[in-house]
């Protein structure tokens, strides 16, 4: 849209026809496969490829989809992949990294795989049931170049387990917090730090915790500052956010 | 109850008539004033009198509710009681001892106040919103004749507010713990000491607290262990609780 | 953290290195084997030791933790263990107890089973469902070394059957009340005792009962004093509690 | 519309023409003021003239509905009425008899007034605070022409209260037991009796009662048999179901 | 209770030991099984004898509840009950009449079961997807004596379907009106008839119904006076009820 | 954005100048006042002016609307207007139309108020409690040019006073159903027309009513065909639909 | 019920006995299976053939249900049917056309299925996991006769998917906009054209979505004009609304 | 606490005394109230004093905590402020700026007020009625020190407010998105940006929003990537996120 005048310009110089002035006014910078219309110029426009979320994704759809965005942006990352889709996508990519933990599928060279990663993203569970987010969130933290410290199953019913890694948290560049049963951890690292803590409830717990609702209440409502949440199980979301922030604080803006 | 074969020997012996031992197997340990049963033997039964819930109590029954039982216990703790319940209960006891933050009003010998409290019961909050929860808390556990410690705006964003009271904390019988918002504080305080944390939900907070439930559920969902929790807002509950566990940790029993 | 002095002292008359002062100011006192920090010195600082929460633990790690803590404590309590978990404990410990009603595994020597309990815990249950509930709490009593009382199939649609077993009820030091439904059986008992109830609601019911969520407010809203509340079906957390309670009866605190 | 085959008998006789006829198929039983159709025919129909819902009616709608019922049934009951909306319709029915705890008005003839109810209704209440609800079902019991019986402040906090009047309640034809906070009064006398008990949640308590939620609950989740549920501080629907069954009782039917 | 005098008489005449009275005044009127307390003196008292809730209960426990309650009743009624289980209290009962819709199981003779019903109780469902409660309802109804209509399909989005059978409905002593999605088939009956509704709501539904939870709130909120509600798919106690209702109307009661 | 190609011409041709097709290209079809952006195209693009939520507006910002929008469209319609809302803008523009029940203001030239309206639209109310809600639809119907149709208080309780109408409703182009309590009045009119029924659940009613959510989930649960929902309360948008159907039949398309 | 008068004549005239005329006063224009009531009037009067909702009929009755409407009305349409209830009907049906993604099954004869439908309506879908609400839609619009176009994978955070095809969604008659997730797509959409827009919330999402409940509240607060709301998943009620407006759009009323 | 070991090389220099050695490690950073316990040193650690949170204050308690506060960092932002807490605080600071539509009061220097803000936060809004809460946001971020860029009114209803000042939103380091009623607002914009967004539901609205639940909600669910939530009407918490990230945009950090 900010190329409106140099278009125009072009028009009336004649070096560009009025129908494919309009044609450009018009395209869509998506591959409309019909069932779906994949975002072919996000990793342009963002510097962050689009991800495929598999789950409920039918099979006859989930290759092509991978398909289409390894040849456009030559790495592809997956999220909520079940172990019979990940079998199905090897058939076609037999170099497919699964890990069936977190759920997650990858596709990438051997040369991106081993670049490090920047800046640094702190990751925190409260328990070992909240591995699953944790890994979803650190495997695409990784995948946009992130580097990534683990902390697990530092939960606030020991606190000692938390404050003897209390030097890694506090030079991380964003925190992303993980916790099930009552959440509460989100709000301990938050009075802890400087930086924007990203809460991810997880669905880990029983009875009163309504399947994440316990955590996201609790992380909704903390007390502390610099904390934002994304929805229950979200690790590929508060992944992305982090992933954004690391990046201002790397490289900056010019603003 | 458990008197009915001394009951029925003396009945046997000729000493009890059957008229009188019908009338005690059925005599009803309260007093019926129609539009209230007061319950005047709950003293002797359980060592703790019975307390007035003042809110929604019409004018017209408060003052006679409460002339029944100070004559009876010759003490009385009434609570949410309203400045105007206070000032209309003044009119008939002038020596009426009321406090507007917790909403406590108290009928007390002047020995009677003056007396120690045995054992330690530690009160904590997470903010300045929860302090009439905490006081309703604190009047009712030195009604009942028990020591408390205040640790007052010790919530979980500055750790080094609680931590700094560590010790006092660790060394009472039984911790209410009292905190609105997210409600994280009661966690925390079941991660560090031995002893039972009755942990009380408060309704400070807005929005996504919904008036206490986010606290309720985070305490409920409690990953630290020794943690049972009462209503929201209910700090007269938690005192009588910590009240019976203190008597049992001070005099214990003889099982 | 009480010794900082005597650690500072002895740094001052330099029988204790910086470094090694700096280290015990440090020092975790947790087994850190990535997936999870195991507190192998709880038992020393709670008289209570780490107890597995076996559901949703990856196989590959449960033996492992069950083994760690085996040596760490002499004894291990496991709860949520499913029938295949017990299995592959069993094929490392042969001499594992499970109990499938309540979904226990104890790891204990003869001599420490057959050690009679302390003081006495009350576990009643409304009615057959609660079963399950209550067996884990009773497990756990016994575990920690508390006397227990069960009372099952009591609740309040006859009373008869509850009225039957008050002796039992009333000596108690501390009552376990297990109901789904409505769980009414908490305020009834509450009004009959003068100790501390602990309510489990539990998920047995269906319809409106909401997975335990009626039970689960009976109970937060008891009429009744001296009554507090733990999560739907954590049967568990209430026996720790009235283990703490029971504890404190038998033993009296220094206050 | 049985009179169908005798009303098409007079239109094949001659005796009424077919424009009448029409008419008397479509007329409506009721009186169109437009703001309010009211249904006139009710008492023919069902013993029970209509009552007025008073709350939120537009004073210029509200004593015309009067006006209206009186005029066509002989008596009017009205329920809601706020004391600005009694004292409105004192200035056109001086007789009018307002009882501003139930919040009810009545409008009736000293002869009926004086007339004795049938059969038995008990009314039960588990404390103080549901004593409007309590009064607003005695007042439409009785304008419905049945005997009541009260029982008030009778909670299961103390059985004693309930049990010393069980003689009372288990005579009755149908039970109202009215309960807020957790409402366990409605299944401790459902398994007390072997009439229907109406269960009326009131919306006493505060916090997790939720408004009388936690109410409604328990008595939708009852474990005794014979309990069914109103709406919550619904004493007037609780009422009108117990004068039907009331009814049937004391005049039993053909069928 | 009501003997305690005679009771008390027959000590003081010598004619009762001491010993014995007490046992009686303790005795209770159940079996206890240990794992159960079977109430086998319910229909002395209530005329309707207990009835077993299978769903959850162990295999262990099953088939010897079963038996106590047919050796003390000569029938047993089964709600909730699985193939399996079916299958499994048939090894032992060789007679037992299993309806796999509805899920009740009977055990009685040939004679009690041509018995005729008494009364009349209407049945009326929404849609077809409400028939196992309806039939839930219906078995429960006869096990007890009571005569039964049944008018199955008659939703209001079809209103003559219902009345073309208003007759039916109008002539019952009392109706059960089962109904899921939003559960409006008892207003509309509620404000047909002048007998008592019972509203059973049902989980038949999806999406914004919330398992029953529309029509459960639908029915607490009729504006047709005379309906009362019971838990969601609770056919069995919607039943219990209109039997309690129907006997009133047939044999009346003497107050 | 469909003239795109005949902008581009013009400036292919030299007629409109880059700078100035840039402006047109970019130029917000709105008025921005800083706190308020006014669509006065609205208009022109729908045939629909832009109405004003008055409920919340600044009194700053509320007379400086009205002003614009009036300047620009010739007419204004604002809902939810309090009286002091309406006395301000009176000051402003004494011939305002105020209606306090339904709290709409209208500004209009007694020309356009006395215009016919066109097709028909029918307006169905439960209760009298229901009106305000039900005068805010027709008074937006009528504002939009279409004719309405009322029939209030005419309940399922009493299908008579539906049924007398039945003609009236079954012979307008889509009705607006209207409804507080159990909102089962929009099922029962489903069943019995052929045109579209926008369902307006209100918040009329009491305890389990929560607000309106009783009657707008069963709205949304219809069993009848052809039932849509806005939200509770919003005879605004009800209105607005039914006239966008209402001049599709009149109109027709030419599709 | 219109042709009253007319009957009343033919009484009156001798032409129609008074038993005939009573019996068709009284007919019901459904056919009764006991287990159902088929509407087999239901064309005639609405134009629109009853639809079979499949999920959970019994086996027995599936097949009788297709038979007798297939007579009546020459096509069926079935919606939720599970792939073995397909298999099923196909076994009486062989030219039963089923597709498994929306669970649709028509039994139609070719012409009618080639014949091409009337006006348009739009199907949008935010994206590919809410393709079998779409289908369900289309599928059901189709066979009632309506043109639609299919818009598919057009969800808000890509806006440039769903500006590129407004051309489309502005031309037809009626919008059906589906979403899972958060929902925005009706209140974009409803910003953009001037004709109903009927939101079908679906249940694709997980964590704080709770099962479609997210994008069901946001439908029904849109602060676009013009959106109404179905139940979640509900495609068929959609589509049956939008195929009433699109029908007036293209036959318009006469009043 | 990273100062430990230069701490311990001081005692064993004897350069600090062992008890000035404990009083450091132990001292808390914090003053103690006794109603409260300031954090004096969070500006020091964090970079962002601590702000007060007036709501519910005691007036004893707030102009104590301001001029506490102000003594120490020089300068306090209080949020929340009601109209007579400003007026209490102006009899201490006549200097106090008090903005009542978002509720802040300010305490800064001249000169501090002057200075311009670094970085760019866009604040973008729904609607005019969150106004309030986007101010409360804009004028945290400016007492942080962060420049703001505000984009009122632009919701979703008509996309073309929005899109018009698609610029200024894209060249911000971090957006702000305040909306209520549906809140599609954030996911449109986590569309077209590639930086973080802040969301911030507010209660604006009615009915089925539940006062911010239903924006909440869709927030949560955001179809967008990049979008976190902070708890309804939070506008203060959002800012404070919003400045660390702008922060480290501007600044960068060295990891």
Known sequence: MQDVEALLTAVKNGTLSVADAALQLKAAPFLDLGFAKLDLHRKLRTGMAEVVFCQGKDDRFLTEIFRRLYAANG???????????????????PELDYDSLSGTVLL?????????????????????????VAEEAARTCEFFGSRTVKIYDAGVSGLHRLLSRL????????????????????????GLVSVPVIAVPTSAGY?????????????????????????????????????QINRLAVKGRVN
């Open 75 to 93: 790495e592809v990352l997956g999220t909520r992949c079940s172990p019979s889709q990940a079998e199905l996508l090897k058939q076609t990519f």
């Open 108 to 132: 990438q060279s051997v040369e991106r795989k081993a670049r490090e990663g920047v800046g640094c993203i702190a990751i925190v569970t409260a328990g070992t049931a909240d591995l699953k």
């Open 207 to 243: 009875g009163a915790n309504f399947k994440g609702l316990a955590a996201l209440l609790t992380m909704l409502n903390s007390c502390s500052n610099g904390v934002s949440t994304v929805n229950i199980d979200n690790g590929y979301g508060a992944a992305y956010i982090a992933v």
């Open 167 to 190: 030097t890694d948290i506090q030079s991380a560049n964003v925190i992303i917090a993980v916790a099930g049963m009552e959440g509460a951890l989100a709000s301990v690292i938050g």
